[in-house]
Nanobody
Framework: QVQLVESGGGLVQAGDSLRLSCLASGRTFSDYPMGWFRQASGKEREFVAA????????HYSDSVKGRFTISRDNAKNTVYLQMNSLKFEDTAVYFC?????????????????????WGQGTQVTVSS
């Protein structure tokens, strides 16, 4: 498995931006798709965004499409989530996740079962 450490969360106002980072270690980062999930208080964890191993394919939930951008820097073993136009309903703990297995280029994962390594989470709070 891979170790994941998120950073970049915080308290912002509605309409502001934040960039989350997730540093990976423990295996060849560029071989695996990556993803971001979030869990609001009292709710189940939900998919936010995913990116293929090479970074050219991405996939977003409808709730963040057009506002969030996932990217990765394989040279730095890091995946990012740029969050713009934040809304109160984006308030949650955000988790980085690493794909369960290596894939061909262009494949993204979106189901929790497709990921087998998770970070500890970083809190994002958006005040209205």
């Amino acid at each position: 498995q891979v170790q994941l450490v998120e950073s970049g969360g915080g308290l912002v106002q509605a309409g502001d931006s934040l960039r989350l980072s997730c540093l990976a270690s423990g295996r060849t980062f560029s071989d695996y798709p990556m993803g971001w999930f979030r869990q609001a208080s009292g709710k189940e964890r939900e998919f936010v965004a995913a990116i293929s191993r090479g970074g050219l394919s991405t996939h977003y939930s409808d709730s963040v499409k057009g506002r969030f951008t996932i990217s990765r820097d394989n040279a730095k073993n890091t995946v990012y989530l740029q969050m713009n136009s934040l809304k109160f309903e984006d308030t949650a703990v955000y988790f980085c996740a690493a794909g369960r297995y290596s894939t061909r280029y262009g494949v993204t994962f979106s189901r929790e079962s497709e990921f087998n390594s998770w970070g500890q989470g970083t809190q994002v709070t958006v005040s209205s």
